[in-house]
């Protein structure tokens, strides 16, 4: 197999993007990323700042597969990675997680990109719940992720956006805050149009409980 090598460690803003969102990189098998943790988590933290940027300058396809590759299987520095490493300071992490946002407000809540908009928070809140890896109720750093992660999504989950109130809540499934059923149930009484279906889906949501 043929390797394909880049190198990250150093790469400008624009330099950065363009290797993320380079579907031709990421589909190659033998893709091999040289790269600096907390490099990577500023050049994220700036991308998803000025997220709406990135709609000019990238189209549909590259973007949506771009959104995949952040969270890569098995690929160090990623997102979810990043949001889990112990040698990036937690203030640092606070910050990736938060600028998040506008990657909801100025992208997804204008295109979902396919399921990348559904599934965001899998990538990065899967360790909370199901799977019980993250421990916030007696780990301080997962405590403050887990928060961070919450008001995010709690930001979200009012942007004027389906796309966006459905990945919120699929979020908060996952990151199982203990302010969840506030959150969902104001939610719930901002919108008296919701089905049953979709106030026991939200429910749900709440309690960690949906599929």
Not at 74 to 103: A, R
Request: with cysteine; charged share 25%; net charge negative.
């Amino acid at each position: 197999m043929t390797k394909l090598e880049f190198n990250i460690e150093q790469a400008s803003q624009r330099e950065f993007e363009d290797f993320v969102f380079n579907q031709k990189a990421h589909s190659h098998q033998g893709l091999v990323i040289i790269f600096d943790p907390k490099h990577n988590t500023h050049r994220f933290i700036e991308m998803f700042r000025n997220a709406g940027s990135l709609l000019e300058r990238y189209d549909l396809t590259n973007l949506e597969r771009g959104c995949w590759a952040m969270f890569g299987p098995g690929d160090k520095g990623n997102l979810t990675d990043l949001i889990w490493n112990q040698d990036i300071p937690i203030e640092v992490k606070e910050e990736l997680i938060t600028s998040m946002y506008f990657m909801f407000r100025d992208i997804f809540a204008q295109q979902p990109l396919g399921n990348a908009c559904e599934m965001w928070w899998d990538g990065l809140a899967y360790e909370i719940n199901p799977m019980k890896r993250a421990q916030p109720s007696t780990n301080l750093e997962h405590q403050r992720i887990q928060n961070a992660m919450f008001e995010t999504l709690s930001k979200v989950l009012l942007i004027d956006s389906y796309d966006c109130q459905s990945a919120a809540l699929h979020g908060l499934n996952h990151v199982l805050h203990p302010d969840n059923d506030r959150v969902i149930q104001a939610f719930i009484n901002r919108h008296p149009d919701m089905t049953d279906e979709e106030i026991e889906y939200a429910r749900m949501c709440s309690k960690g409980l949906a599929a």
